[in-house]
């Protein structure tokens, strides 16, 4: 069987969460396991810089990210693990594909869309805060999975224009300058939860109703008895369907003490007894990690060396498929 290759990239703006644990950082990690799967996951540091300008935020969420992924078991020998901006062969090629890939497609890119709309709704010029770095974006993104011929790009359902936008790319570029990457697919996996946030909605940064994931376990209490409830009273009956609590529960559960949830939710379980439940499971699980969490939060350094060896490992593999794109385009020495 040949290998898979699979690549992910995660924008280092934000504390990551209980979302992004469940979502994105549970099963980049199970996959990486997985025989036959060679998983490339990276820091979009430069994609960061599109959305936040505080250079010690940046900074920042770009440590206590990685810190989380080795924390939460990452292992750099069963994937490459890279920041983005320790590979500037990407940022070469994003230029080049800059040169051919179609302004018309960008304009279509759902996230500049709805800058431009939310400018003109509020009577702003259309491009309004609107950077270039916004605007690209998506060919920065297709740089990221093209240098690597990636075959599948996991992402949650707001990223799949992006890597069909990466597909159109790689297609006009073959199209005219003969074979030259791999056509990547966006794969969105439908048994991973969107988790729900405290108020009900996704759980998002944007919607500030998060849960973090690396608080102390006091924290992460309070931030779980502040889920969203009805007003039923102990005793009565509760329906576990549509309960963010029960849905929490669920995200960390197999399927037997779902049901023996679910049952207790009939029964008349409380709110505050589901909560404490909920809690206990979580913490049971996340605690282990936050304490290697702490440990590298603590050691920077420890990371710092496992992201440039993650990056050094790649770079014989960028350099020689810029050297192929470069000859492509007529980039050549002139001997
Ligand atoms: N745009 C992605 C997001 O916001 C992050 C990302 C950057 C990415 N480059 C990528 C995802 C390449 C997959 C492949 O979630």
Not at 71 to 81: E, K, S, T
Not at 192 to 204: E, T
Not at 213 to 232: R, V
Request: proline share 5%; glycine share 8%.
């Amino acid at each position: 069987m040949s290998t898979v290759r699979i690549l992910t990239g995660i924008t280092t703006t934000g504390t990551p969460h209980l979302g992004n644990y469940v979502g994105a950082i549970r099963p980049a990690i199970a996959a990486s396991r997985e025989t036959g799967i060679e998983a490339y996951l990276f820091l979009a540091d430069f994609h960061a810089l599109i959305k936040n300008q505080n250079p010690d935020q940046v900074a920042q969420s770009s440590r206590e990210i990685a810190a989380a992924w080795l924390a939460l078991g990452l292992d750099p020998d069963q994937a490459f693990f890279y920041r983005q901006s320790d590979i500037p062969e990407i940022t070469e090629l994003s230029w080049v594909l800059s040169c051919s890939a179609a302004k018309g497609l960008m304009n279509r890119a759902h996230a500049y869309k709805a800058a431009v709309q939310a400018n003109e709704e509020s009577g702003e010029d259309p491009d309004f805060g609107v950077t270039m770095g916004l605007f690209s974006y998506p060919i920065l993104m297709a740089a990221d999975i093209l240098i690597f011929n990636a075959h599948q790009v996991p992402v949650g359902r707001d990223q799949i224009q992006h890597v069909e936008m990466a597909r159109d790319i790689a297609q006009r570029f073959n199209h005219h300058y003969g074979d030259t990457f791999t056509l990547p697919e966006a794969v969105v996996d439908d048994q991973v939860a969107v988790l729900q946030g405290l108020d009900g909605r996704k759980m998002s940064k944007s919607y500030g109703n998060t849960i973090p994931l690396f608080g102390t376990p006091k924290q992460l209490q309070k931030s779980i008895n502040k889920i969203k409830t009805n007003l039923l009273e102990p005793g009565e009956p509760k329906d576990a369907d549509g309960s963010t609590v029960f849905q929490v529960w669920c995200a960390f559960t197999e399927e037997a003490e779902r049901e023996s949830m679910r049952q207790a939710f009939a029964d008349g379980l409380a709110w505050g007894e589901a909560k404490k439940l909920v809690f206990e499971r979580i913490n049971d699980e996340l605690a282990p990690a936050r304490q290697r969490y702490e440990k590298l939060i603590a050691q920077p350094g420890e990371v710092e060396a496992i992201l440039t060896e993650g990056a050094e490992r790649l770079r014989l593999q960028a350099g020689a498929m810029l050297a192929k794109v470069r000859h492509a385009v007529g980039l050549r020495p002139y001997h």
